[in-house]
Nanobody
């Protein structure tokens, strides 16, 4: 079955950096879009960044992270990444890796609720 396992979260100060990883298994990772979503306490889950099956040629970001976050994927080792720099307190949230066999584009994966989710990794940014 599809498994998505996130890692790399932690606590950093404002302006710091983190790199999240998501190890995927149980399906053909390279064929589908993948995305990072996040959920802060008391807020709805939101799609932060998506990447299509074409990799770096098809990425999508929510406005609040453009220029600070970079999503990438390594199809050879079935891993998704999110490089985050210049972190802000408002980036504090549980971050989830997500995918769907229904989606191919970065935009779709970032905007539509995917079918499969990881367990999440916590990112906490202090001011």
């Amino acid at each position: 079955q599809v498994q998505l396992v996130e890692s790399g979260g932690g606590s950093v100060q404002s302006g710091g950096s983190l790199r999240l990883s998501c190890a995927a298994s149980g399906y053909t990772f390279s064929r589908y879009c993948v995305a990072w979503w996040r959920q802060a306490p008391g807020k709805e889950r939101e799609g932060v960044a998506g990447i299509g099956e074409d990799g770096d040629r098809d990425t999508s970001y929510i406005d609040s992270v453009k220029g600070r976050f970079t999503i990438s994927r390594n199809n050879a080792n079935n891993t998704l990444y999110l490089h985050m720099k210049n972190l802000r307190p408002e980036d504090t949230a549980m971050y989830y890796c997500a995918t769907s066999p229904r989606g191919y584009s970065a935009e779709w994966c970032r905007r539509e609720a995917p079918d499969y989710w990881g367990q999440g990794t916590q990112v906490t940014v202090s001011s």
